[in-house]
């Protein structure tokens, strides 16, 4: 992942006077899809930094973001990936809601709605 799109996302910059999310990513379509070293997507980096409304603008920008994974991944669809759990038993929900991030947690419920989000290995339910 290029630097401004890295530190944008660290920043929740969405935009401002050198750069605009929207035109960075409607620029070139491969833009949002860059990773990390590790793997991580710009959905990825601005959620672990607490970013949650940059990442609310990237899912409306590129709503096809949400169903990237490795390309060893093929096939999975965004209900499988939503519900992938963590070696704690947490979804991308249970994150959220631990977080705080209100508007990921309203995002993730939204796309997801028919699922029955189980307990995790601590045994706290949504």
Do not use: W
């Not at 969405?14 to 899809?33: I, V």
Request: charged residues 20%.
């Amino acid at each position: 992942m290029d630097s401004i799109l890295y530190k944008a996302a660290t920043e929740g910059n969405t935009g401002d006077g050198d750069f605009l999310l929207a035109d960075y990513l409607n620029r070139d379509e491969e833009n949002g899809y860059q990773v990390t070293p590790k793997g991580n997507t710009v959905l990825h980096v601005a959620a672990f930094y607490g970013q949650s409304g940059f990442v609310g603008q990237v899912i409306d920008i590129t709503p096809a973001l949400l169903c990237y994974v490795a390309r060893q991944a093929v096939g999975i669809n965004k209900e499988t990936l939503m519900r992938m759990t963590d070696d704690s038993g947490d979804t991308a929900l249970h994150k959220a809601v631990k977080t705080g991030c209100v508007d990921t947690v309203r995002l993730l419920v939204e796309q997801d709605p028919d699922f029955e989000f189980p307990a995790n290995s601590s045994g706290e339910t949504l």
